[in-house]
């Protein structure tokens, strides 16, 4: 029998830390049947504390974790004079290090820390990426915004917060190289940052992975027909309706997205996933954290309360103003930077 084996790479600073540790220990307590699963964690200045419950979740499951230094990543994007991202390179560290990664075999999932897996991902292992570089969702975001970093409306736009990838490939098809090209001479900085460069870059090269992988918590937000609605989303470059209403049924991975509830590890959340995010919070070594308080902007606090009065046909064209602007904003101050 072919062993289970599963690489997994994440990118933390301290303030991710504990978030990070939820989504490492949902992986391990519903994948304990694997063989072997390795943790690598890029480390963006996580304090000694957070360090030791990482070590100590794996270690309580019986698995391998690596704690890899950045230092070296940040001067090469310092050098590159690249926009940072809410004042962090932290989301860019995957970029540059995916080809010195050394692991057993050469595939790696990527997750961001604000995963929570909520199933066996043995599935997962079954996709062929032999002629592919990536296997990823589509993203749900609004449509638009392809236009502002030149990708046209009806190509896939793909969501990199959950990526399989092939490092083989990677490693054959330079892209570290392409990246750093890229940023140095084309354009030196986006919004979404690497999921906009992969796009960009690499769109062509992905191949599509099945929805419950990436469930994104707006579909319970918004619901699905209104998430839609609200991002100019189409069969011709997204999910069916019926897609996401299989998804929808059992979920394996939970994408916890922001909006207006707020995220599951702030104080005030009404977040969908909350309880499943303090469901495993309990059991990981973080058990004690007490919920960040967020100093909410005006707007925020305008359209929290419109979510929870307003009829959703009101609401959505409303939050969908709302987001192109600040979309154009954010990425105006990105290209003059």
């Keep these: 029998m072919k062993e289970k084996l599963l690489n997994v790479l994440y990118q933390s600073n301290d303030y991710y830390a504990p978030i990070t540790g939820v989504s490492i220990t949902s992986l391990l307590e519903n994948n304990k049947h694997f063989d072997n699963i390795n943790i690598y964690i890029l480390n963006d200045n996580i304090s000694e504390e957070n360090i030791i419950k990482l070590k100590k979740v794996c270690g309580d499951y019986g698995r391998k974790i690596t704690i890899l230094d950045t230092e070296h990543i940040l001067n090469k994007l310092l050098e590159l004079n690249v926009a940072p991202f809410k004042g962090t390179f932290t989301t860019y560290f995957k970029l540059m290090a995916i080809k010195d990664l050394i ?56 969501n990199c917060g959950v990526l399989f990838i092939n490092q083989k490939k990677w490693v054959e098809d330079k892209c570290e190289e392409q990246i750093i090209n890229h940023l140095k001479n084309v ?103 007490e919920k960040v308080k967020v100093k ?17 046909f009101i609401y959505i064209p409303i939050h969908k103003l709302v987001h192109m602007r600040y979309f154009k904003k954010e990425n105006k101050i990105v290209l003059s930077r």
Aim: glycine share 6%; aromatic share 14%; with cysteine.
């Design 103 to 158: 692991v057993p075999g050469d595939r790696i999932l990527q997750l961001d820390g604000d995963t929570i897996i909520n199933g066996p991902l043995d599935e997962l292992l079954e996709i062929d990426l032999s002629e592919n570089l990536i296997a990823a969702t589509y993203d749900c975001t609004l449509v638009q915004y392809k236009k502002l970093i030149d990708i046209p409306i009806n190509d896939k736009y793909y």
């Design 187 to 289: 354009r030196h900085g986006y919004y979404t940052v690497d999921q906009d460069i992969l796009n960009v870059l690499f769109r062509k090269s992905i191949k599509y992975m099945d929805l419950k992988f990436n469930f994104n918590s707006g579909f319970y937000i918004y619901g699905i027909k209104g998430s839609l609605r609200l991002y100019n989303l189409k069969p011709e470059y997204y999910n069916t309706i019926q897609e996401i209403e299989e998804a929808y049924k059992n979920p394996i991975l939970f994408h916890c997205m922001g909006a207006m509830t707020g995220r599951p590890w702030e104080e005030d959340n009404i977040h969908p996933q909350n309880d499943i995010f303090e469901r495993y919070l309990a059991i990981s070594p973080w058990s004690d954290f």
């Design 296 to 312: 909410r902007r005006t707007i925020f606090i305008l359209q929290r309360m419109l979510y929870k009065i307003a009829p959703r």
